[in-house]
């Protein structure tokens, strides 16, 4: 296998309409020029429109390909995307750290389906501050920000890690992406491009990022780059699957 391109993995679900999950992710991922590899969490039924079923893959099948993976290749940067649990999205953190301490993680908190389906449940606040302490940016939407940060009004950053959080649901400056540093707030500001909605753009817009990290981009060029990438995504067409190009 060419050693050109940094190594890549996602973890994440199956989405069989490609338009979210390891699919989407392995599209981006090639259009960003690194070899992706992926690890599915996760069978789904569902179209573009909606959600019909999800069938979880056991945690050791997944933690065995993981290790599979690390101990064969060097892998630059991680994306994780839907888990049926916080023990579970920690168990996978704890493994990447293990195996490969310096690889970037991304994690998209798909919490729940675009049709209201719920991944994960969000109970042990306690728990989770400690679990997202080993990510590197978390991609929040304002819906899910809310559950996962419920005393955060998102004025000003009181965390001690990094949070994209994406504009597609924000009432007061639509499409303005806002990411949370250590010392400052970077506003992303859409572009001009008329963008359409589309089906699993968070899992393509983390995907981009997570690429772009482990190209040597820092974090704010990832994330600018990467807004870049998804306007031309959610440009490419009128439906809700889009086409994936630089």
Known sequence: MSTDRPFVLTIAGLDPSGGAGILADIKTFEQHKVTGFAISTANTIQTENQFYEIQWTDLSFVLRSMETLFLNYKISAVKIGIVSSLQDLNEILVTVKLLSPLTKIVWDPVLKSTTKFEFMNIEDHLSLNTILSKIDLITPNYNEAKILFPDFGFKENKFSRNILLKGGHNEKGLGTDLLFLKDEVLELLPSNQ???????S????????TSNLALNQTIPEACKNAKNYIENYLSSTTTLIGYHYV
């Open 202 to 209: 968070g899992c393509v817009l983390s995907a981009a990022i």
């Open 194 to 200: 008329k963008c359409f909605e589309k089906h699993g």
